[in-house]
């Protein structure tokens, strides 16, 4: 499917217009109104970046690779796109993202060390048999319609480093850059290169290469540009943070479109390169500000703001989720 | 929801009525189906469509059954039901097998393909009754053109099938390829592990290419063309061309040097060299090839593709103004296939540019039974068993099912025959 995107069922079925995505999950509220009063949650992106740093760390305990994590991601994604998410285990939901997903990246793990690694993780997962995890695994695979395949912006990534002559510390923070992508609905609005092309942006204008990582921020990502690229980031288990801090980002974002020519070579040529291909600017443009507005409200992350929302709705499973996963 | 059971969607037996089952395998079972009619009524209740706009009128159910025998339990899909699962429903070409959808209920996976009245396999077996008679030159071509159509379109989306042979490649009753069973399929763009790391054998013996019988790591989709060279090869005499013995794998020990297998096709090709394949040396079997000619002398003289041709062509009965033989290219394009050297063999783009496809100026059918009297007996559907078995035991053996051996002999007794 690598050569043909434009035909894949992500493309097809699983990319939405902005508009679009609000529509779905205005239906998914209105349907759900009482769950919503009852059970607050968090910035839908903080959401999704507390359930990234749990993926990561299972991801580490087990040895799994990011491309198996970044699927599980988009499964996650896209079920919760159909399904209200206070009707769910959270938990459960993510421990069987990743079974399948190690599946469909070839890197299969058995049911019941899945099982028993997301039990020791989360306490919260609230089962014992690796059934459950089967029977997960069945809604899953119905609320994604069997549309497995994911095209991730890795590869283009991958094509896009020699053109622009990233150094591998670039390519790296690009890469930690993609991953914190996948806080956000990017995945769900443009084409994997378009993602890609907004990391590199991104990763040139913050580190212009001989610099020092002057613009960089805190990043413990970026601590792990030794590591190979494939392997899950190795973060400290209380270390998690964005690659890039909410200024940083703002000020790439100003002075890369102002026509920052200064920034070096580099840049010119990704600018130069960008106004001869046939990428659509508009989502370019439209996907670095939502990488900026990630990084923005990142600043407000809270693990335990998210942790004890999902806690209040699990725990009341038994009224909340009556109708559990499967569709209504 | 923890607890909360899994409810489908759909449900097979609110939209199929089961005609018959069509045979069982290692995977589960395939059922012949037709869309659910109300009772009373001739007038199907729902229709499925073709993409193409067409109604679908049969259908081909393929019931995975969980891992374990009589298991009530979900214990998770298997890795290759997930494949054939997800590759099908992204793919999609008019000489693939095409998807109509999938029903998960009651702990088993329900695969709903559009019927095929044929496949190769019945067809050899069909031309290799007696009176033997060879498959028309037209219907050969337009088959290998259709498979090697359908092969590029999977391999310019980075799958390789892996397991091409005869029975996976149906034909449907207007004379159309459609290549099926993607169950060991998969993508090869930059896997995560090497190929080989995943599934220790891939494609049945007789069609495994030479890469892989010496233990190739990285192997490409070049495994696919030498396979649908066997394919070639056993259309035009009927028979598989390197009909070995598979050697067991003893226990949990290291996958065997299939021998025998490297023998069969050394007794035609004569066994590879290193000046006709330069990185043969650097297989891991390479030392066990040197012990191949004792144990079949054969390979030391070997016939040759040329002589297998032109016995072939002449046992087959070709010849004479019903059916002349295929053109002298069709030798040509059989030897590019089956060309040791992985990196030598012709691609599915180039094969399709072969001059047996296009030396006449006329490219050929897309119906493969076009021009022909020859009709091929339909699918043999047993209608014992009417019940797809969505409720009690999935996947266990039910007495008076019948077993794949009554409907399709073994293979050795149906070549004999």
Same mark, same amino acid.
């Given at each position: 499917?690598?050569?043909?995107?434009? $035909?894949s069922?992500?493309? @097809?079925f699983?990319?939405?217009?902005?508009?679009?995505?609000?529509?779905m999950?205005?239906d998914?509220? @209105?349907?759900?109104?009482?769950?919503?009063?009852?059970y #607050?949650? #968090?910035d839908?992106?903080?959401?999704?970046?507390?359930?990234q740093?749990?993926?990561?760390?299972?991801g580490?305990?087990m040895?799994?690779?990011q491309?198996a994590?970044?699927?599980?991601? *988009?499964?996650i994604?896209?079920?919760y796109?159909?399904?209200?998410?206070?009707k769910?285990n959270?938990?459960?939901?993510?421990?069987?993202?990743?079974?399948?997903? +190690?599946?469909?990246?070839e +890197?299969?793990?058995?049911?019941r060390?899945m099982l028993?690694?997301a039990?020791?993780?989360w306490p919260?997962?609230?089962?014992?048999?690796?059934?459950?995890i089967?029977? +997960?695994e069945?809604?899953?695979i119905?609320?994604l319609?069997?549309?497995l395949?994911c095209?991730?912006p890795y590869?283009?990534l991958?094509?896009?480093?020699?053109?622009?002559?990233l150094s591998?510390e670039e390519t790296?923070?690009?890469?930690?850059?993609?991953?914190?992508s996948y806080?956000?609905d990017?995945?769900?609005?443009?084409p994997?290169h378009?993602l890609?092309?907004?990391a *590199?942006?991104?990763a040139?204008?913050?580190r212009p290469?001989g610099q020092p990582?002057g613009?960089?921020a805190?990043?413990?990502h970026?601590?792990a540009?030794q590591?190979?690229?494939t392997?899950a980031? #190795?973060?400290?288990?209380?270390?998690?943070?964005?690659?890039?801090?909410?200024?940083?980002?703002?000020?790439a974002?100003l002075?890369?479109?102002?026509g920052?020519?200064?920034?070096?070579? @580099?840049?010119? @040529?990704?600018v130069?390169?960008?106004?001869?291909?046939? *990428? $659509?600017m508009n989502a370019v443009?439209?996907?670095?500000?939502?990488? *900026?507005?990630?990084? $923005?409200?990142?600043?407000?992350?809270?693990?335990?703001?998210c942790?004890?929302?999902?806690?209040k709705?699990v725990?009341?499973?038994?009224?909340?989720?009556?109708?559990?996963?499967?569709?209504k | 929801?923890?607890? &909360?059971?899994?409810?489908?969607?759909?449900?097979?037996n609110?939209?199929y009525?089961?005609?018959?089952?069509i045979?069982?395998?290692t995977?589960?079972r395939?059922?012949?189906?037709?869309?659910?009619?109300t009772?009373?009524?001739?007038?199907? &209740?729902t229709?499925?469509?073709?993409?193409?706009?067409?109604?679908?009128?049969?259908f081909?159910?393929?019931?995975?059954?969980?891992?374990?025998?009589?298991?009530?339990?979900?214990?998770g899909?298997?890795?290759?039901?997930i494949r054939?699962?997800?590759?099908?429903?992204?793919?999609s070409?008019?000489?693939l097998i095409?998807?109509?959808?999938?029903?998960?209920?009651?702990k088993?996976?329900?695969?709903?393909f559009?019927?095929?009245?044929?496949?190769?396999?019945q067809?050899i077996?069909?031309?290799?009754?007696?009176?033997r008679?060879?498959?028309?030159?037209s219907?050969l071509?337009?088959?290998?053109?259709?498979?090697?159509?359908?092969l590029?379109y999977?391999?310019?989306?980075?799958?390789?099938?892996?397991?091409?042979?005869p029975?996976?490649?149906?034909?449907?009753?207007?004379?159309?390829?459609k290549?099926g069973?993607?169950g060991?399929?998969?993508?090869?763009?930059k896997?995560?592990?090497?190929l080989f790391?995943?599934?220790?054998?891939?494609? &049945?013996?007789?069609?495994?290419?030479?890469e892989?019988l010496?233990?190739?790591?990285?192997y490409?989709?070049?495994?696919?063309?030498?396979?649908?060279?066997?394919?070639?090869?056993?259309?035009?005499?009927?028979?598989?061309?390197?009909k070995?013995?598979?050697?067991?794998?003893?226990s949990?020990?290291a996958?065997?040097f299939?021998?025998?297998?490297?023998?069969?096709?050394?007794?035609?090709?004569?066994?590879?060299k290193?000046?006709?394949?330069p990185?043969?040396?650097?297989?891991?079997?390479?030392?066990n090839?040197q012990?191949?000619?004792?144990h079949?002398?054969?390979v030391?003289?070997?016939?040759?593709?040329d002589k297998?041709?032109?016995? &072939?062509?002449?046992?087959?009965?070709?010849?004479? /103004?019903?059916?002349?033989? /295929?053109?002298?290219?069709?030798?040509?394009l059989l030897?590019k296939?089956?060309?040791y050297d992985p990196?030598?063999?012709l691609?599915a783009e180039q094969?399709?540019?072969?001059?047996?496809f296009t030396g006449?100026?006329?490219l050929?059918?897309?119906?493969?039974?076009e021009?022909?009297?020859?009709k091929? /007996?339909?699918?043999?559907?047993s209608?014992?068993?009417?019940?797809?078995g969505?409720g009690?035991? /999935?996947g266990?053996?039910?007495?008076?099912?019948p077993?794949?051996?009554?409907?399709?002999?073994?293979?050795?007794?149906m070549?004999?025959?």
């Amino acid at each position: 499917m690598a050569a043909n995107y434009w $035909d894949s069922t992500q493309a @097809k079925f699983w990319t939405f217009t902005k508009p679009e995505l609000v529509d779905m999950r205005k239906d998914l509220e @209105k349907a759900n109104q009482q769950l919503y009063n009852k059970y #607050p949650l #968090p910035d839908r992106r903080l959401m999704s970046i507390y359930i990234q740093q749990q993926l990561t760390k299972l991801g580490r305990r087990m040895s799994l690779r990011q491309q198996a994590l970044a699927t599980a991601q *988009v499964y996650i994604k896209r079920f919760y796109l159909r399904v209200e998410m206070r009707k769910t285990n959270p938990y459960l939901i993510m421990a069987t993202a990743v079974y399948l997903a +190690c599946k469909m990246e070839e +890197c299969p793990q058995h049911i019941r060390l899945m099982l028993g690694e997301a039990a020791r993780q989360w306490p919260e997962l609230g089962v014992s048999e690796s059934s459950k995890i089967g029977e +997960c695994e069945f809604a899953l695979i119905s609320q994604l319609s069997s549309r497995l395949i994911c095209h991730h912006p890795y590869r283009s990534l991958t094509e896009l480093s020699p053109i622009f002559g990233l150094s591998n510390e670039e390519t790296q923070l690009a890469h930690s850059i993609i991953n914190d992508s996948y806080n956000t609905d990017l995945i769900l609005l443009y084409p994997p290169h378009v993602l890609a092309i907004v990391a *590199v942006f991104l990763a040139v204008v913050l580190r212009p290469a001989g610099q020092p990582a002057g613009l960089q921020a805190h990043s413990t990502h970026a601590s792990a540009s030794q590591q190979s690229p494939t392997q899950a980031s #190795p973060t400290s288990a209380t270390g998690f943070s964005p690659t890039v801090s909410s200024s940083a980002a703002q000020q790439a974002f100003l002075g890369g479109f102002s026509g920052l020519k200064q920034a070096g070579p @580099k840049l010119s @040529k990704l600018v130069d390169w960008l106004a001869e291909s046939k *990428v $659509d600017m508009n989502a370019v443009v439209d996907a670095t500000q939502e990488m *900026v507005s990630l990084y $923005d409200v990142w600043e407000s992350y809270s693990e335990r703001a998210c942790k004890e929302g999902i806690t209040k709705f699990v725990k009341d499973g038994g009224t909340a989720g009556s109708s559990g996963v499967g569709p209504k | 929801m923890n607890g &909360t059971p899994y409810t489908p969607q759909r449900h097979i037996n609110d939209h199929y009525d089961i005609v018959g089952f069509i045979s069982s395998g290692t995977y589960g079972r395939v059922y012949k189906a037709v869309c659910k009619r109300t009772p009373g009524s001739s007038q199907p &209740t729902t229709q499925a469509k073709h993409p193409d706009g067409r109604n679908i009128e049969a259908f081909a159910i393929k019931k995975f059954k969980p891992d374990k025998e009589g298991e009530l339990q979900y214990t998770g899909i298997s890795q290759s039901a997930i494949r054939e699962m997800a590759l099908c429903t992204e793919l999609s070409h008019p000489a693939l097998i095409h998807l109509v959808e999938i029903i998960l209920e009651s702990k088993c996976i329900f695969m709903v393909f559009e019927y095929a009245e044929h496949d190769l396999l019945q067809i050899i077996h069909h031309h290799s009754l007696l009176p033997r008679t060879p498959i028309p030159a037209s219907a050969l071509r337009s088959c290998m053109y259709q498979i090697f159509s359908g092969l590029l379109y999977l391999h310019q989306n980075w799958v390789i099938h892996r397991d091409l042979k005869p029975a996976n490649i149906m034909v449907t009753s207007s004379g159309a390829i459609k290549i099926g069973d993607l169950g060991l399929a998969r993508l090869f763009y930059k896997p995560l592990h090497a190929l080989f790391s995943g599934d220790k054998v891939v494609v &049945t013996i007789w069609y495994r290419a030479p890469e892989l019988l010496l233990g190739s790591r990285h192997y490409t989709p070049a495994i696919d063309l030498w396979a649908v060279g066997c394919i070639f090869a056993e259309l035009l005499s009927l028979r598989p061309i390197f009909k070995g013995e598979e050697a067991k794998q003893d226990s949990k020990k290291a996958v065997p040097f299939q021998r025998n297998q490297m023998g069969k096709i050394g007794e035609i090709l004569g066994l590879p060299k290193k000046v006709d394949w330069p990185l043969l040396p650097a297989m891991p079997e390479f030392p066990n090839l040197q012990t191949v000619n004792m144990h079949n002398p054969g390979v030391n003289r070997p016939i040759g593709l040329d002589k297998w041709y032109r016995n &072939t062509i002449q046992n087959n009965n070709y010849g004479g /103004p019903q059916s002349p033989p /295929p053109d002298d290219s069709a030798l040509d394009l059989l030897k590019k296939l089956l060309e040791y050297d992985p990196l030598k063999r012709l691609t599915a783009e180039q094969a399709l540019k072969h001059p047996y496809f296009t030396g006449d100026g006329k490219l050929p059918s897309w119906n493969c039974f076009e021009g022909l009297e020859t009709k091929y /007996p339909p699918r043999k559907v047993s209608t014992e068993a009417h019940e797809i078995g969505t409720g009690s035991l /999935p996947g266990t053996k039910r007495s008076g099912l019948p077993d794949d051996s009554l409907l399709r002999p073994p293979q050795k007794k149906m070549r004999d025959g």
